[in-house]
């Protein structure tokens, strides 16, 4: 072959076109949902209508009289099999877990809890024979309100426990040597602004509703799931029911979204099967919308008492926290560590002396939670950015200059926080510069001041949010540090192939984010071999056996580097055949674009393809060699990675109407080198729109019986692309020290650090006529009774007393020296 | 049990339904066109957008036995002779899809809107696929999609 091939562009850095769309825009796709096989029943669920009852008496025999139904079960009928569901994540050793049995046995202690199920022919037999089930309810007192609920003499949620309190976890970086004295911090203080926010529920609400599959024929129990963790599910089945690891094959196939809502072992899943194996015959279940929203874990919902201590010239001297987070009825896959990832996050980008954290899960009769997208990051980010305005304001400085003020400059990297992380890389100065630039900063200012003056109804407010988070889940000692089941590595192996097309495994389990594309890409550029070449293969634990799956910003950061060292691998085994090969020295050897050329003899060439088909066939290869260039790499960062952006917000608002309506976002993030920023800008996108969604739409309400009122897509308001604004997205590069591709996470970015920039901005619109908080989903009529009752933050958006949070929640009056 | 005939994607199929069976059913479990998918329960999502007698219509809101002698176009029978639609090109282009579970419905929804409006602007855009709930995107992508397919087709009738 000739030698002359120019050197192909690097791969990385290209907005390559996703290879994925081509099955997505045809409909040939693999969801759970669509699988169908041979002789396969269909379970449905009934669910608990009460929120805290006993089951004093249930009977599933009258289901079995209906047309087409095959077996009916109780939560009595699978209490020797179905075990507890697992929590992985035991954030103190005296942690209260109560017993998470799939299908309820003897109480339920959420609304739409899983009491019984049939198994029909079809969907709609085994749906309308549930009707036919007759169960007994006494019921019991509901617990809806954390702050109710931690009283002495509350009512309980799990009566055994005694308690409604499941941990107590404190940081105090005085303590742990990270940082002084808080009580010192807060005693020599000249200002101290103290607030009260609350996060709302959330529901994460993937388009794709929960599906799963259980084939039971065959040696090996092969369970389909629409789950964003198909190896800790597999593990998990085996370890809940008790079957043998290496007879349970789990499969993620196409994946409609997740969000971390597929971040689970579910009940569903654990109920398809041990039915499936019950019956010997292959069953699917499938969750309807409602179901979806009921059952399946909801996110945030937390109370966050907030305190900052600072100089009269606006220097942070310190900051306490203390947090109330709701675990609902019981703790799923990582419900206690989701407020614990939010723990390091609070200081954010700012240099402070002392800073402590106290956080307390608390049982309520609610669906559980758990991680949605960001987990515990955007709850912190959002409390540190609103309570830097509130300083702002308090000190009567511009909310930009104490940011300014306090954050860490570029020159300081890496930096060691008072929270003990080591900060990587970034500048939020140029960040800032370039978001203002962007946004038209301060014509915006100017024209919010001619409202301001002229008394328009519609008022501009401006919104910042510099916010920084943290990637790459994780590194695994850490993780150990902090009590987590598993480690945080990831493992990819690559597999050349005769042809010199090549094959990647990866154990990340992707359901949207374009790994398929990105990792085609990387694979590319180390191996030199064409982007089409590559095939990527995922969340199949026959196919891929080692991984940990796919959330907390982790798939580039930790997946894409074991790709890197991977493909490492590959190219030193093709090296010793190579020099076998050229009869040369491995050391004269150089790698570009796909092959060894012998240095100085630039003739004298190999390529890769060439070298996996002499391999293949094995008939030449240096004295004993094995014949296969393969490799097999698990990475395990040292640290974790953190992007950053500044992000700004200009909302208008109505102050007749209380409608707050955005009229500008502009942001630019850091997201370190980027692979393909077409998808990285696509993750930035719809992260911002769940942002928004916190801050304007969404809210999961319970009423004073424990129901959810938000059960259908009617009532929660996922919004639609009239209620989002065009983005204005640009980013910087600061490439990240710690991986060998400088990447440092983009998929929860948005969605962290848009909540507070709206919500400051729609604060800064209502502050002349003295509000200082409005509670989220900041809807018409919480702007307007904000607008209207003195002190008020809005309050509740449901009549006083029907809600779970009873009666508007006034933030106390910031404090002062 | 009621017979209809309908002809789906250019086939023409004769059944017995049941009257109770949503289009969108008889679609995915009578037929196996699984390309279209249901998101929901009270008609939001949009996830379920075929195409009825050439108009966009939620498959989850009509019942089989309604369909009768009509035809619809799924997101499977968009294509033609293996070319895609310019919307399905479009979407690719603009990276209009993460997941790819809105999409086929939101698809159809922007081919029925692009039928009206040969030329929408973003606000019309934004309005058209106002019934097409994306968890994924933000929308944006989709809107510049949308467009762009628009700006393309205009160019193919000029041609
Ligand atoms: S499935 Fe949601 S609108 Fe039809
Ligand atoms: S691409 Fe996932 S819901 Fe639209």
């Known amino acids: 072959m000739t030698v002359t091939d120019a050197v192909p562009a690097a791969e990385i850095g290209q907005s390559r076109r996703r290879k994925e769309d081509a099955r997505l825009i045809v409909g040939r796709t693999r969801w759970t949902d669509n699988i169908t096989l041979p002789g396969m029943l269909h379970i449905a669920i009934l669910r608990s209508p009460m929120a805290h009852a006993r089951i004093t008496s249930i009977d599933v025999s009258p289901a079995l009289e209906s047309p087409n139904v095959v077996a009916a079960f ?51 037999s085994a749906t309308d024979a549930l009707e036919a089930i ?36 404190i940081f105090d970086a005085g303590e742990a040597g990270t940082g002084t004295s808080t009580d010192e911090a807060f005693a020599n203080a000249e200002v101290v602004v103290k607030r009260r926010f609350v996060q709302q529920r959330l529901i994460p609400a993937f388009m794709e509703p929960r599906a799963v599959v259980c084939d039971p024929t065959g040696d090996v129990l092969t369970l389909w799931s629409s789950t964003q963790v198909p190896h800790i599910l597999r593990l998990m089945l085996a370890l809940t029911t008790g079957t043998p690891e290496h007879q349970v094959r789990v499969v993620a196939p196409d994946v409609g979204g997740g969000f971390g809502g597929k971040l689970q072992v579910t009940p569903e899943e654990v109920i398809t099967f041990i039915v499936g194996k019950r019956l010997g015959r292959p069953v699917k279940y499938n969750e309807s919308r409602s179901e979806s929203l009921l059952a399946a874990h909801h996110g945030r919902d937390q109370i966050q008492y907030l305190e900052i201590a600072a100089t009269r010239d606006g220097v ?29 996050m609070f200081p954010a980008i700012y240099k402070m002396p002392a800073y402590r954290f106290e956080c307390t899960g608390v049982f309520t009769t609610k669906a559980w939670t758990d991680a949605y997208r960001g987990a515990g990051r955007p709850e912190a980010t959002f409390a540190i950015e609103r309570l830097m305005d509130e300083l702002a304001a308090e000190l009567g400085m511009d909310p930009l200059e104490i940011r300014e003020k306090n954050w860490i400059k570029h020159e300081e990297f890496p930096y060691t926080t008072v929270a003990g992380l080591e900060y990587d890389s970034g500048n939020y100065e140029a960040a800032t510069a370039k978001a203002k630039e962007l946004f038209g900063y301060d014509a915006l200012r100017r024209e919010q001041q001619e409202r301001r003056d002229r008394k328009d109804p519609v008022q501009l407010g401006i919104g910042i949010s510099t ?9 695994s000692r850490v993780l150990g540090s902090l009590s987590y089941g598993a480690g945080g590595w990831e493992n990819a192996s690559i597999r050349m192939l005769p042809s010199g097309k090549v094959e990647v495994v990866t154990g990340s389990s992707p359901h949207g984010q374009g790994h398929e594309t990105a990792w085609s890409q990387i694979v590319a550029d180390q191996l030199g071999v064409p982007f089409e070449d590559v095939q990527v293969l995922h969340g199949d634990t026959a196919v891929s056996p080692r991984g940990l799956d796919t959330y907390g910003s982790r798939s580039l950061a930790v997946g894409g580097i074991a790709v890197v060292k991977a493909a490492e691998k590959v190219v030193q085994k093709a090296r010793k055949i190579a020099a076998h090969m050229l009869e040369a020295n491995e050391d004269d050897l150089e790698f570009t674009s796909g092959a060894f050329a012998v240095r100085g003899t630039p003739d004298a060439k190999k390529t890769i393809q060439e070298i996996a088909l002499a391999t293949f066939a094995a008939h030449d290869l240096p ?5 296969s260039i393969d490799a097999d790499a698990t990475y395990d960062p040292d640290n974790f990675s953190f992007p950053h952006g500044t992000h700004l917000c200009a909302v208008e608002i109505d102050t007749e109407t209380g409608h707050v309506g955005i009229r500008k976002y502009a942001c630019v993030d850091d997201i370190g080198n980027v692979v393909n920023p077409l998808i990285a800008e696509g993750q930035i996108h719809g992260g911002l729109a769940q942002g928004i969604a916190q801050a304007l739409y969404e809210e999961a309400i319970y009423d004073s019986d424990g129901n959810l009122t938000t059960g259908t897509f009617v009532d929660y308001l996922v919004p639609s692309a009239m209620d989002l604004p065009h983005f204005d997205t640009e980013h910087q590069s600061t490439p990240a020290p710690g991986n060998p591709l400088g990447v440092k996470g983009v998929g929860e970015a948005g969605t962290i650090a848009s909540t507070p920039a709206v919500v400051n901005a729609v604060v800064d619109a209502l502050r002349p006529f003295g509000v200082n908080d ?12 904000a607008l209207n009752e003195r002190g008020s933050d809005g309050g509740d958006r449901a009549a006083e007393g029907s809600i779970a949070y009873g009666g508007a929640q006034n933030a106390p009056a910031a404090g002062g020296a | 049990m009621n017979r209809i005939h309908v002809n789906v994607d250019g086939v023409s199929y004769t059944d017995d339904v049941e009257p109770r069976q949503l289009l969108v059913y008889y679609l995915r479990d009578r037929l196996g066109k699984v390309g279209t998918v249901v998101g929901c329960d009270t008609s939001n999502c949009g996830a379920c957008t075929v195409l009825l007698n050439g108009r966009s219509a939620k498959s989850c809101t009509v019942l089989a036995v309604q369909a009768d002698g009509g035809e619809v176009t799924t997101i499977e029978g968009l294509a033609e002779n293996g070319t895609l639609h310019p919307v399905q090109r479009a979407f690719h282009e603009q990276h209009g899809l993460q997941c790819g579970y809105c999409t086929p ?43 762009a397919a628009a700006a393309d087709m205009r160019q193919g009738v000029q041609q």
Not at chain 1, 316 to 337: F, I
Not at chain 1, 774 to 785: D, K, S, Y
Not at chain 2, 110 to 124: C, G, H, I, M, T
Not at chain 2, 127 to 132: L, M
Request: some cysteine.
């Open chain 1, 74 to 124: 109780s939560g009595r009928d699978l209490a020797a099999e179905q075990g507890s569901l697992p929590c992985a994540w035991p954030v103190t050793p005296d942690m209260v877990t109560p017993d998470h049995p799939a299908l309820a046995v003897d109480e339920v202690h959420f609304s739409g809890e899983a009491v019984a199920v049939v198994v029909a022919r079809d969907r709609a």
């Open chain 1, 134 to 169: 007759e169960v007994e309810y006494e019921q019991l007192p509901v617990v809806l309100d954390m702050e109710e609920a931690l009283a002495d003499g509350a009512d309980l949620v799990h009566s055994d426990k005694g308690t409604n309190r499941s941990f107590d976890w």
């Open chain 1, 316 to 344: 942070v001297q310190g900051l306490k926290v203390k947090l109330l987070a709701d675990m609902g009825a019981y703790l799923g896959l990582v419900t206690p560590g989701v407020p614990i990832l939010g723990a390091f």
């Open chain 1, 467 to 475: 916010f920084t988070e943290m990637c790459g889940l994780a590194p």
């Open chain 1, 623 to 627: 004295d004993g060699m094995e014949p």
């Open chain 1, 774 to 785: 409005v509670r989220m989903p900041c809807t018409p009529e919480r702007v307007w009774r």
């Open chain 2, 105 to 147: 419905g939101m698809i159809m929804a922007s081919v029925d809107l692009l039928k009206d409006n040969p030329d929408p602007s973003e606000a019309e855009v934004r309005e058209g696929i106002e019934g097409n709930l994306c968890r994924c995107t933000g929308y944006q992508n989709i809107v510049k999609a949308v467009r």
